[in-house]
């Protein structure tokens, strides 16, 4: 029994058992030999052939090792009950077979973490793991800078880091910070040396590094650009990817730039600019509910958009005339060449009009950055533009400056266009970020996703409309079992101080185009730190390729807000078939220690 205090009393509960839920006790049963409690080893063959998928890819040689690793795990833990696969009453036995569900090896995604998708082509080709004000330890306006958050960064998988290069007080030297803010600032040297020193960590695919420079043109001439371009040099060396022409006509494959460092950087004017827009708070630890955030930009009236329209042609003029001010004091002062050929991927500088900005230049391909704002309103107007774009060059989308908490925006917002760079706030915990890292978490974790078919598809007739109405490709049953180990990771008092939990799963459901967007949850269980809900779920999925599924468990309270309990993302189109395990993360997105779901997904 479990007792819980409360006032001069005590409250008895039943004791947490491991056993598995009704569902899942029918499933074993199912494939019991005779009513002997048991699964020997042909059972248990045909258990992974029909319920787990597991010779639909790999043959019966795979289905053999996985039968022979499942074995070996119950001989193990001891759950394997002796005689053999032809003597009665030998074979696996429903606590070896509960023991085994919820292990690593048989988790959701592949446990071996292998790069499978074609890693040749050039980089227009995939979505890119993005981070934004890479330095920042906390919030934009007060927050300190360190390469400790770049270090993290790189070992968590992502791609692109970035830096804000700034003048120190005594215009000596270059900082990185969050410049017009409070935050503290950290040495270049030290964000380099820490990129240099952790790139390849967590994947050997290239690290793009994105220089905001920020600097002014006396320091730019007298120390930044040289001292710049040798700082690079030296620290990076070897690893450092120069290109052999000025103009590329094609961007060279990740294979082909594995181990290397590229140099990226766009005109600081973006950051420079006053923004007026204001973000709603982020409600509680793991954020507000997404959106559809086209939803805003589509009601937009055609007064509403010719408005818009001026006000970005009269912002354009007035941008133009700074630019063209700052390029002429940078052509005064002299521009190094030894850094400009160190830039492999050159921005181009916005003309402020979507038709040319947009234009694709078969000679050239080319890097473009937009603001969070500007693409929303982009994608009302040139959604078939961006798709076309993002097929040959480079496009970024970085989160509103107003965002003062590090809050993240919707990346599925610029995923639907194939936009590859999908900027995020690494400290901005919450819903958005949970939805970046559960797309990386495919391809083996790599950083690099290749984008789908139907986003490199120019013909004109075939463009794809993430906002249409698509045709069904396949459902997706998911079922919710069981969930155990908040046991071992949370105080016994955590979620209630009178009683054990209330678990329910909140969020169960599916993050992608509009069309596919649909969340669900479980009924609640009362008083129970191993909840069964034997709850299924259908998703009907048009576009699976763009896909997530989203999960968060929650404790329920009816007097206060509801607990967290973790959560988790995961690509739809690398979901294992059968009863797999899926373990949960905490806000931050790190996986907790013991804490996991039994789900079983099927497609049909």
């Excluded at 500007?374 to 040139?382: C, G, Q, S």
Aim: glycine share 8%; hydrophobic share 35%.
């Amino acid at each position: 029994m479990t007792t819980y205090r409360v006032c001069c009393f005590l409250r008895r509960f039943r004791a947490a058992s491991n056993e598995p839920s009704e569902e899942l006790g029918d499933v074993f049963q199912a494939y019991a030999d005779g009513g002997g409690g048991v699964m020997g080893e042909e059972a248990l063959r045909r258990f992974l052939r029909e319920v787990q998928g597991e010779a639909a890819g790999g043959g019966d040689d795979e289905l053999e090792a996985t039968a022979r690793e499942v074995m070996a795990f119950a001989a193990e833990q001891r759950l394997l009950r002796k005689g053999g696969a032809a003597a009665a009453g030998g074979g696996l036995t429903v606590e070896g077979f509960h023991r085994w569900l919820c292990s690593d090896a048989n988790a959701a995604l592949d446990p071996q973490k292998r790069v499978y998708q074609d890693m040749g082509l050039p980089l227009s080709h995939y979505f890119i793991y993005t981070g934004h004000n890479s330095y920042l330890t906390g919030n934009q306006l007060s927050s300190g800078c360190s390469e400790v958050p770049i270090v993290k960064a790189l070992h968590d998988g992502v791609r692109v880091i970035e830096l804000d290069l700034w003048p120190n007080a005594a215009k000596d030297a270059v900082e990185v910070l969050h410049g017009r803010t409070l935050t503290s600032p950290v040495g270049l040297m030290k964000c380099l040396e820490a990129i240099r020193e952790h790139a390849f960590v967590a994947s050997p695919y290239p690290v793009i590094l994105t220089l905001e420079d920020h600097l002014t043109p006396d320091l730019q001439s007298k120390v930044a650009k040289f001292s710049l371009a040798q700082m690079i040099k030296e620290t990076f060396g070897d690893m450092l990817y120069v290109s052999e022409t000025e103009n590329m006509a094609e961007f060279p494959s990740p294979d082909e730039l594995k181990g290397k460092i590229i140099v990226s950087t766009k005109p600081p004017k973006e950051y420079l600019q006053t923004k007026n827009d204001a973000d709603a708070d982020e409600a509680g630890v793991w954020g507000e509910e997404i959106t559809d955030d086209k939803v805003a930009a589509t009601a937009m009236t055609t007064e509403e958009k010719c408005a818009a329209a001026e006000e970005a042609v009269a912002a354009a003029a007035v941008d133009e005339e700074m630019q063209e001010a700052e390029t002429d004091k940078k052509t005064q002062h002299g521009v190094d060449n030894e850094y400009r050929r160190l830039i492999a991927i050159p921005l181009t500088r916005r003309k402020h009009d979507m038709d040319q900005d947009l234009k694709v230049d078969p000679d050239m391909v080319t890097r473009l950055s937009l603001g969070e704002k500007a693409y929303e309103k982009a994608i009302v107007t040139h959604g078939a533009h961006i798709i076309r774009f993002t097929q040959w060059n480079l496009l970024r989308i970085f989160p509103r400056s107003t965002r003062i908490t590090s809050s993240n925006y919707n990346p599925l917002m610029g995923w639907r266009y194939g936009v590859q760079m999908v900027a995020a706030n690494m400290q901005g915990h919450g819903r958005k970020l949970w939805l970046t890292q559960g797309m990386f978490r495919a391809n083996g974790g790599c950083g690099y996703v290749k984008k789908p078919d139907i986003l490199m598809n120019n013909d004109p007739d075939k463009l794809f409309d993430p906002t249409s109405k698509l045709p069904v490709k396949t459902r997706l049953k998911v079922t919710v079992y069981m969930g155990d180990g908040w046991r071992f990771d949370f105080r016994k008092t955590h979620f209630d101080k009178c009683s054990p939990p209330d678990f329910y799963a909140r969020q169960v459901g599916i993050a992608g185009v509009e069309a596919d967007t649909r969340m669900e949850q479980t009924k609640v269980k009362m008083d129970t730190w191993i909840p069964a809900w034997d709850h299924e779920f259908e998703f009907p999925l048009s576009v699976p390729e763009l896909a997530l599924l989203r999960v968060e468990v929650h404790e329920s309270d009816n007097h206060q807000k509801d607990d967290f309990g973790g959560q988790t993302c995961l690509p739809v189109w690398e979901l294992r078939r059968g009863i797999r395990s899926v373990r949960l993360c905490d806000h931050r997105g790190e996986p907790l220690r013991s804490v996991k779901l039994l789900m079983r997904f099927d497609f049909t």
